[in-house]
């Protein structure tokens, strides 16, 4: 490997090339990380650290902007707050060292939950559908295949703004606006073209000689879809309910449009935390790094297959 | 007879060049990509106000083309 | 190996199969099979995509209001594309997304092939890293927004001190959100950090697709490096450069939810994206019919350009 001169290394890069191409690409990344990292640093400032100039880097943790993101404050007279008992837990105690006392939760968890509910719903009847949709083209002869597969296609194209004008209406006259069974039918259609699309080509990769040998074995078809296809096409199912669910984890428009309270998801909720005169920056970065944590997780369950989702499933490796 | 091979193949070609789908496909996309740039310069107003048409007329065109075989 | 564990077990639970349930779905024929898979896909993008795009190709004829739903609805015929397609503000809000869309598609492009050459280089640890410069575009563009609001604050933001660093200005000299001249470049800035990664994935498997053997055959020509790359690896990538152009370009035509959170279209209307400017049509003034025909021709222009991509995927997808 670090000889220059084998026979078959024509054309591997020298040693020197390779350092000098990876020095800078680590400086990419480097500084390509260095936004998201201090998000997830100003997490854990004072608010007095975060707006504080120069910038901070070396500070007192504190969880101020955890316990602000969960709660709302009102603030009070120092000796109204001396007259309460002890501080009830740590929240309270930071509240009260500010004057304020903790007067209840924020909105913030129940936007998280219907976050999740909302992305595992869509996501589940995305893959679902898609699977059948996608085995359907894969193996049986559809008419105007290659139309209805651009139509599926075509549909994930759409300016979401355009889509939503009319979205609104029709949630408006059949009681869907501001319901999470609205989003979650939004969300899968648009998630199911992207799972058509990927599943297609995992099921194109599973030998129709597998189901074929089913059948002959007495199985019906849709017994060798379920216990043959469906088995081999696991890593495939995977890898595109993880692509649904980032998508219907990240959106924004729709949700910002077509939902105001019940059903709000947490990317319209973050930006317009705000704390007393402006922004409250501590808690909207707390607010933000427990949402992105998850989809950095994902991100390296998925590296495998990220060209592939990213592409529709036309580039493989 | 060989000749008369030739000049029926030479017209099969012929009308091959102009409507297969290669070609054709390939002015639609001219036209489409056209109208969208006609929607943004910012040079005449007129052309942006003609963006829209052009670029309906390509679309059309491509998804009438691609019907076309191969 | 796997095969014959598939049969085996194939055989072991076809023994297994209830008769009766057999028989009933035997009666499927492989054509009724196709279309009961197939159609509750079409069926819910017919009513969630297809219905309201006919309906608001219908409403962009008329006079309808979404705040006034009981107002008498007049037909208007095309006056609102005419409308629109005349209005010079219309106009500059589609040279504002031209700006982004071809400032972002260009730098990213650069940068993202440049990168894709270099991680191609197979240095050590080039698969840890690839996964760490990814990580951008996987995140919420609206929290991405939000977030560089923070770092574009004048007086606290990093941004602003990192600049502030290295030019010797003073931090709160210049507002990058705030500034006319600034803010159109501050998308940009935001837009180039979040999907370069994009790019260069798209690149990196364009140059992986590029067989060895024809640089070493360039290499028995003794074709100098710089030529290698301009008569091999470029043209041999181009298809997949094309691939990541065109989808970063319709995206960003299209391009709301970053720009929403980071300057709302403002200073001004500095920043107002033609989505922007759609949105505030439609949601904002209740223009419906208007915002609707809009709609439509934005909507047309994606498709169109929907059609080139298909075509560049399936170029793609046949190498």
């Known amino acids: 490997m670090t000889s220059a001169n084998t026979a078959h290394s024509v054309v591997e890069p020298s040693t020197g090339t390779r350092r000098l191409a990876g020095s800078i690409v680590v400086l990419y990344a480097i500084i390509t ?16 650290d975060a707006i504080s100039y120069p910038p901070k880097v070396t500070f007192k943790p504190s969880l101020e902007g955890f316990c602000n993101l969960f709660t709302t ?36 968890a129940p936007r998280f939950v219907n976050s999740l509910i909302i992305a595992f719903g869509s996501t589940v009847l995305a893959v679902a559908l898609g699977t059948l949709a996608a085995y359907g083209f894969s193996r049986f002869r559809v008419p105007l295949k290659g139309d209805l597969l651009f139509f599926i296609l075509s549909t994930r194209m759409m300016p979401p703004i355009a889509v939503a004008i009319p979205i609104y209406l029709m949630y408006r006259t059949v009681g869907l606006s501001d319901t999470r069974l609205g989003m979650i039918l939004l969300y899968t259609s648009v998630n199911v073209s992207l799972a058509v699309w990927l599943l297609k080509g995992f099921i194109d990769e599973i030998p129709r000689e597998y189901e074929e040998a089913a059948m002959v074995d007495g199985y019906t078809r849709f017994q060798a879809f379920v216990k043959v296809v469906l088995p081999q096409a696991t890593t495939g199912i995977a890898a595109t309910a993880i692509f ?33 005169g402006g922004q409250d920056w501590p808690a909207v970065a707390a607010g933000t790094t427990l949402f992105v944590v998850p989809i950095v ?15 529709f499933g036309a580039v493989r490796k | 007879m060989s000749l008369d091979a030739n000049r029926s193949a030479l017209r099969r070609s012929l009308a091959d060049g102009l409507l297969r789908r290669g070609p054709l496909e390939a002015v639609a996309t001219t036209i489409i990509a056209a109208g969208v740039v006609m929607l943004m310069q910012p040079f005449s107003l007129t052309l942006y106000s003609w963006s829209f048409a052009t670029t309906l007329l390509g679309t059309v065109m491509f998804t009438i083309v691609s019907k076309v075989r191969e | ?60 004829f008329t006079n309808y209001r979404a705040n006034r739903p009981n107002a008498p609805v007049i037909w208007l015929g095309a006056d609102w594309y005419q409308s629109i397609l005349t209005d010079p503000d219309v106009w500059a809000a589609m040279q504002v997304t031209a700006h982004f869309v071809i400032w972002t598609v260009v730098i990213e492009t650069v940068i993202g092939f440049g990168l894709a050459f270099l991680i191609d280089k197979k240095f050590r640890g080039h698969g840890i890293w690839t996964t760490i410069i990814l990580l951008p575009m996987m995140l919420s563009p609206a929290v991405v927004g939000n977030f560089w609001t923070f770092l574009y604050q004048p007086q606290i933001g990093l941004f602003n001190y990192v600049v502030a660093f290295f030019t010797g200005r003073d931090a709160s000299s210049f507002q990058m959100l705030g500034d006319v001249k600034l803010s159109p470049w501050a998308i940009v800035i935001v837009d180039v950090w979040m999907w370069t990664p994009y790019v260069m994935l798209i690149c ?37 450069i094309m691939l990541a152009v065109l989808f970063r370009g319709i995206e960003n035509f299209k391009m709301f939810d970053m720009v929403n959170l980071l300057t709302g279209g403002g200073p001004g209307s500095t920043t107002e994206v033609a989505s922007i400017t759609l949105k505030r ?14 709609a439509i021709i934005l909507f047309v222009s994606v498709f169109g350009l929907a059609n080139i991509y298909v075509k560049a995927l399936n170029k793609v997808k046949s190498r």
């Open chain 1, 297 to 311: 997780v994902f991100t390296v369950l998925l590296r495998k297959h990220l060209l592939r989702g990213i592409t």
């Open chain 1, 244 to 276: 649904c669910l980032i998508f219907a984890w990240n959106e924004y428009a729709f949700a910002v449009l077509l939902t105001s309270g019940n059903a709000q998801t947490a990317p319209p909720f973050i930006p317009i935390i705000i704390g007393e």
């Open chain 3, 1 to 60: 190996m796997n095969e014959l564990s598939a049969s085996s077990r194939i055989a072991y639970r076809a023994a297994m199969v209830r008769p009766g349930v057999a028989r009933r779905i035997r009666g499927l024929s492989d054509r009724t099979l196709a279309w009961l898979f197939i159609t509750p896909t079409i069926v819910l993008l017919l009513a969630i995509n297809i219905f309201p795009l006919l309906w608001t190709i219908y409403l962009s």
């Open chain 3, 204 to 240: 990196l498997a364009g140059l992986r697709s590029i067989p060895d053997y024809i640089y070493e055959a360039a290499e028995v020509d003794r074709a100098s490096k710089w030529r290698q790359f301009w008569s091999i690896t470029l043209p041999m990538a181009l298809p997949f």
């Open chain 1, 73 to 108: 404050r009102s603030r009070q007279t120092p000796d109204f707050i001396r007259s309460l008992g002890p501080p009830q837990g740590l929240c309270d105690s930071i509240a009260r060292s500010r004057n304020m006392v903790v007067a209840g939760p924020s909105n913030y």
């Open chain 1, 33 to 48: 990380m260095i936004p998201l990292v201090w998000i997830m640093l100003t997490a854990f400032k004072s608010p007095d």
């Open chain 3, 281 to 294: 049509a439609a949601f904002e003034s209740w223009r419906t019919g208007y915002s609707s025909a809009f």
